[in-house]
Nanobody, 125 residues
């Protein structure tokens, strides 16, 4: 069964850090482009970052550039999202998903599938 499972969310103060994990079961992440998304209450789901297959090129939306870093560990079949200098506006449920087609072309949620259940990130003092 193909599944993605996010973890690592929590409550953190502004300026703090969290590392989210996206672990795969039933398939290998190493050959897939993986996107990270987030959805805040009352807002649409938005793309945050993507890591491509092959050269492992990474992509970020402007609001997180310089603060978030996406990476993958193929031996652990996991993709990570390191989030530093967190702001209250980063509060959301964070999801990972598989890009379809298999490249980081855009952040249209309709072009991603096998969504995980999400992990809550709350940035508050």
């Amino acid at each position: 069964q193909v599944q993605l499972l996010e973890s690592g969310g929590g409550l953190v103060q502004p300026g703090g850090s969290l590392r989210l994990s996206c672990a795969a079961s039933g398939f290998s992440l190493g050959y897939l482009a993986i996107g990270w998304f987030r959805q805040a209450p009352g807002k649409e789901r938005e793309g945050v970052s993507c890591i491509s297959t092959g050269d492992g090129r990474t992509y970020y939306v402007d609001s997180v550039k310089g603060r978030f870093t996406v990476s993958r560990d193929n031996a652990k079949n996991t993709v990570y999202l390191q989030m530093n200098s967190l702001k209250p506006d980063d509060t959301a449920v964070y999801y990972c998903a598989i890009a379809n087609p298999n490249y980081c072309g855009n952040y249209d949620p309709g072009q991603y599938n096998y969504w995980g259940q999400g992990t809550q990130v709350t940035v508050s003092s």
